[in-house]
């Protein structure tokens, strides 16, 4: 089973960008749907996007149409997430989960540990 790790977060400025990844071992990602989700403080996890086995996206949450994109580098078995025009609403622990197609992204999936982003004003 594919296991994933998280990284690139951090303290960014309001205005600046991030690149998150999104790590797998221990099997092949290029067959996984890769979903984004954020949990901000005090509130539920909520899902931003879904990256396809055929490498489109699909993004949920309409604050980060515009300003996120995905990109896989199969070399490294690793997912992006390019974030751009970050805003103090875009911080939370960032989360990535791995399942057989979008459709099936959600509690049951393969989960990251997080990685935690935070925008000052």
């Known amino acids: 089973q594919v296991q994933l790790v998280e990284s690139g977060g951090g303290l960014v400025q309001a205005g600046g960008s991030l690149r998150l990844s999104c790590a797998a071992s221990?099997?092949?990602?290029?067959?996984?749907?890769i979903g984004w989700f954020r949990q901000a403080p005090g509130r539920e996890r909520e899902g931003i996007l879904c990256?396809?086995?055929?490498?489109?996206?699909?993004i949920y949450e309409d604050s980060m149409k515009g300003r996120a994109t995905v990109s896989r580098d199969k070399a490294k078995d690793t997912v992006y997430l390019h974030m751009s025009n970050l805003t103090p609403d875009d911080t939370g622990v960032y989360y990535c989960?791995?399942?057989?197609?979008?459709?099936?992204?959600?509690?049951?999936?393969?989960w990251g540990q997080g990685t935690q982003v935070t925008v000052s004003s």
């Open positions: 989960a791995a399942d057989f197609g979008c459709h099936n992204v959600g509690q049951g999936s393969v």
């Open positions: 221990g099997r092949t990602f290029s067959s996984y749907a």
């Open positions: 990256f396809s086995e055929r490498d489109t996206t699909d």
